[in-house]
């Protein structure tokens, strides 16, 4: 099994909703990550997760909430967004020791009313 | 400062031609890696090849190969014999080695167009 998968695909919220993103991987990998990709820009870097620990914050703010309950699992918990925040939010994961490429999800589309 | 660099926002290839994609980087580190994903507009972001700063001959997975010029400090994708389905953009990455970061840096991308 060499996929990543993420759920929902499309997720609308209003400002002052509660969601969560959800990222899976079953290829014993042990770091995951996520990215968020703003139209016709580059992913950017927002979380490293390695051995089921944060590892990497790239400074972002706190209404984004990673957790990694599990070497399998990786959540992004959503709360008080700004509209600005919609973009494609990308999971990826890699081996945990090697500079091998990270495999990808399809990304969840994030829209904030 | 621009780790990696991209300087074709777009290009136009006819099927069946081959093309040539650019891509320059910056690390001060010895050993790193390069990457090359396509993301097609559904969004998913796919691996195509990996140049590892360490090896000496350059890297070919089917029709697309790496022109890695490590003096230079370029990493350029050749896809050869251009599909229709090759239409999307290309992002050129780069990992570190230096820091234990095994996150990517991503380059602006170069939407390729292939037309019949």
């Known amino acids: 099994d060499t996929e990543v998968t993420q759920t929902p695909k499309h997720l609308v919220m209003g400002m002052t909703n509660k969601k969560s993103l959800k990222c899976e991987q079953h290829?014993?990998?042990?770091?995951m990550y996520w990215y968020k990709q703003k139209a016709k820009k580059p992913p950017e870097l927002m979380f490293v997760y390695s051995y089921e620990k944060l590892s990497i914050n790239e400074s972002v703010p706190s209404r984004f909430s990673p957790e990694c309950p599990n070497s399998s699992l990786l959540n992004l918990h959503l709360h008080a967004l700004q509209p600005e925040d919609s973009a494609l939010y990308l999971c990826?994961?890699?081996?945990?020791?090697?500079?091998?490429?990270?495999?990808f999800g399809p990304g969840t589309r994030l829209t904030v009313l | 400062a621009q780790k990696i660099t991209q300087t074709q926002p777009g290009m136009f290839v006819q099927e069946k031609e081959a093309v040539t994609l650019d891509c320059t980087y910056d690390t001060s580190d010895q050993s790193y890696g390069l990457f090359w994903y396509k993301q097609p507009s559904s969004g998913e972001m796919i691996f195509l090849i990996y140049q590892g700063s360490y090896d000496e001959q350059n890297a070919t997975e089917g029709r697309y190969s790496l022109n890695f010029q490590k003096a230079r400090k370029s990493a350029n994708l050749v896809i050869s014999a251009s599909q229709l389905g090759d239409s999307a953009m290309y992002f050129c990455a780069m990992r570190e080695g230096k820091t234990g970061r095994r996150a990517l840096t991503f380059g602006s991308g170069t939407r390729l167009q292939v037309q019949p």
């Open positions: 990826a994961s890699s081996q945990g020791s090697a500079v091998l490429e990270q495999f």
């Open positions: 290829m014993g990998h042990r770091a």
